[in-house]
Every structure is written in structure tokens, then in C-alpha cells.
């Protein structure tokens, strides 16, 4: 596999605005197949728009979007979590009064018809989150909104995982968790990333972002400031100064 061919995501010169006002600025990146890559930055800096963009909304008002070598900055929303491509949104986004198990199962809408009502392959995937979250489908048949915080995550993780994407997108999964549960959490995404899903990580928590992917970009005010192999960006002065607490 050529370069090109490793491509999964690639942003060229992306740019977008809500109304008048420009959050990003010509954003170039790329996530191959294979690879966890984060995507740091502070409150404000552009992360979650820049996960948005990918969906249409706000749609990019300057440069390409491709996923596998296929243009998809215009396509309808719907079509593009058919690409292969899920996300767990910044917040969570479960429903409360659905049980875990329902909340699963609302996963796989981005599947064909004949996916979806196929109930070997429902199972596979249940069984499939199962073997991830053990302690989470312990509770599959309570209502979601008597979870933890961190369950929650995990349950949003799953979800997103039902439809089999190729490319998992996760907007601040670390966001109000324990760092013992954050290093539990991203176990489970390098064990995520290691069977075949390719992964684009935006963080605030630096630190913990950089010690699982292999490459990280820096965001700043909605430009790329820097990027590189993600033990080249722990170690580097300047993130460690900007994004590490400087130690
Ligand atoms: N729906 C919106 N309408 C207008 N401005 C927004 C909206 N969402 C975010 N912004 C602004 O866009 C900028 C980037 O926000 P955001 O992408 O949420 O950053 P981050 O996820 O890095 O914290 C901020 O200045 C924020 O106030
Ligand atoms: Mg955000």
C-alpha cells in the first residue's frame, strides 16, 4: 500500500465558520488506516467544529474533505455514517430512560435495511461490545441514565462501535472521568485500535491522548500549530509547556 492508499481521512485547507465568524482556519491533516491520531487542544480551540465539519455541520466553506480516497465534503450527513465512519459526540449524548441495551442497538441505524434485521449479526455485535465493556453489559438491561460517568462513556463507545465503523471519531472522551478510569478507557481504545478500527482522538487531556496515539496535531485558535509522532509531542518543550501543566 502506497501512501495515498494508507490515507483514510485526510482534511485539505479546511475551513469553517458559524455565520460570519471563522473557527477553522485551512485545516490539513490525515489519519491512516490503522492508526490512532489525536487531535489536542484547549477549550475553544476548534476541536469540536472540526469533528462537526466532518459531518456537514457546519459544512467546510473551503478545502476537501476524503474518506478512503473519496470526496465526502458535500454528502448529506446520513451518508456519510454509511461511509464507515461513527461518532461519540462530545457530552455523550445516551438516553437516560433507554436501557443500555437499547441504547446499543440504536448503533446500528447507519447499517443496511438487511443489517440491521439481521439477528445474528445484532448479536455479534452486542457480543462484540460485551467482550470490550464486561462490566458495562452487566447492567445491559437498566435504564442508561443510572450509570456512571464513566459507563456512560462506555456505553456511547459501544454504540458507536454497533454500525462497524472503519474510522471511530471520540470528541473529550476523558472529559470528567478519574484518571483511573481514563487509563482504563483508553485501554480499551488501543484494544478497539489493534482490532482494525482506525481511530481520531480529540482531547484536552494532552498528556493521556499523547501516551496511545501514534501521532498528534495541535490546535490553536483553530489553525494546526504543530504536529508529529505523538512521543515527539510529549516530549516537546513547548506542549509540554502549553498543554502538559509544564512539567
Ligand atoms: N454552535 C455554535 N455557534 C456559534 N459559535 C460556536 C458554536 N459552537 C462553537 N462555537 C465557537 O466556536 C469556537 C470553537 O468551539 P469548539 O469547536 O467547541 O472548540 P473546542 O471543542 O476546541 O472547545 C469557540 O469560539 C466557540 O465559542
Ligand atoms: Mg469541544
Do not use: C
Request: no cysteine; net charge positive.
Amino acid at each position: 500500500m502506497n501512501a495515498e492508499e494508507r490515507r483514510l481521512l485526510v482534511l485539505e485547507g479546511v475551513r469553517a465558520a458559524y455565520g460570519a465568524v471563522p473557527v477553522l482556519h485551512d485545516v490539513t491533516l490525515h489519519v491512516d488506516r490503522g492508526e490512532i491520531v489525536t487531535l489536542i487542544g484547549a477549550n475553544g480551540a476548534g476541536k469540536s467544529t472540526l469533528l462537526m465539519t466532518l459531518f456537514g455541520q457546519p459544512r467546510a466553506t473551503a478545502g476537501r474533505i476524503l474518506f478512503s480516497g473519496q470526496e465526502m465534503t458535500a454528502l448529506p450527513t446520513h451518508r456519510i455514517a454509511r461511509l464507515g465512519i461513527a461518532q461519540v459526540p462530545e457530552g455523550r449524548r445516551i438516553f437516560p430512560a433507554m436501557t443500555v441495551e437499547e441504547n446499543l442497538i440504536l448503533g446500528i441505524t447507519p447499517l443496511t435495511a438487511r443489517e440491521q434485521e439481521d439477528p445474528g449479526l445484532r448479536a455479534a455485535l452486542l457480543e462484540h461490545v460485551r467482550s470490550l465493556f464486561p462490566r458495562l453489559w452487566e447492567r445491559h438491561r437498566q435504564r442508561a441514565g443510572t450509570l456512571s460517568g464513566g459507563e456512560q462513556q462506555m456505553l456511547a463507545i459501544g454504540r458507536a462501535l454497533m454500525s462497524r465503523p472503519r474510522l471511530l471519531l471520540l470528541d473529550e472522551p476523558s472529559l470528567g472521568l478519574a484518571p483511573l478510569l481514563i487509563r482504563q478507557l483508553f485501554a480499551v481504545l488501543r484494544r478497539i485500535a489493534a482490532e482494525g478500527t482506525t481511530i481520531f482522538l480529540v482531547e484536552q487531556n494532552a498528556n493521556q491522548a499523547l501516551r496511545i496515539a501514534d501521532r498528534g496535531y495541535v490546535l490553536v485558535n483553530g489553525r494546526i500549530q504543530m504536529e508529529g509522532v505523538a512521543a515527539d509531542l510529549l516530549a516537546d518543550g513547548h506542549v509540554r509547556q502549553a498543554y502538559l501543566g509544564g512539567h
